[in-house]
């Protein structure tokens, strides 16, 4: 019976042994997949680290010790894997962050080029109203001008249809006098031929 129970107890130590190395191989395992993931295994080397020696702790620990050393052991895996994937993401965050300054840059160089062209299409219509402006102002003298050499050929034409007109009275009262010394001539001859 003796035989029996060291038996026995031999055999539950095995199985306890055994179920000790299978934490320690289930979180080695674990913390080799971290450290070989290709996006994951570069970030949280301290903590990686940490976990490893709590690997190593938990592989040495006492049956006594054993429970908070595989609880440690535990935690140190899942902090490791989660500080990589918090790592990761701020990487991420980082490059979308990068990606969105240069966006905002971008836009900027575009709103910038499109306020230039909207600048060159105002300066190139001010300059075509200043041209308009400079067409009509040179039209409105033309005219004005010309209204000017209207109004003076007209009072030209006054003058000179005043002077016509002046030079046909005096032709008529020349013609009139010329007449009345011509009619008065002849009425004098006979009253002279008479006695």
């Known amino acids: ?5 060291a038996l026995l107890g031999f055999v539950l130590s095995l199985a306890v042994q055994a179920k000790e190395d299978m934490d320690v191989a289930r979180l080695d395992n674990s913390l080799t997949q971290l450290a070989g993931d290709p996006k994951l295994g570069m ?31 535990e935690r140190r895996v899942d902090q490791a894997r989660a500080a990589a994937e918090l790592a990761e993401i701020q990487q991420e965050i980082a490059q979308l962050d990068r990606e969105h300054a240069q966006l905002v840059l971008e836009r900027a160089q575009i709103d910038a080029e499109a306020a230039q062209r909207e600048l060159e299409f105002q300066r190139m219509q001010y300059q075509m109203a200043q041209e308009e402006a400079e067409r009509l102002r040179l039209q409105g003298l033309a005219a004005s001008q010309a209204a000017e050499q209207a ?32 009619q008065g001539g002849d009425a004098a001859k006979p009253a002279d031929n008479g006695p």
């Open 151 to 182: 109004r003076q050929l007209a009072e030209a034409q006054s003058r000179l249809a005043k002077a016509a007109k002046r030079q046909a009275e005096l032709a008529a009262q020349a013609a009139k006098l010329l007449r009345s010394q011509v």
């Open 43 to 73: 970030y949280a080397q301290a903590e990686q680290a940490l976990a490893r020696e709590a690997i190593q702790r938990l592989a040495q620990a006492s049956s006594k010790d054993r429970p908070h050393a595989l609880y440690i052991a």
């Open 1 to 5: 019976m003796r035989c029996a129970l």
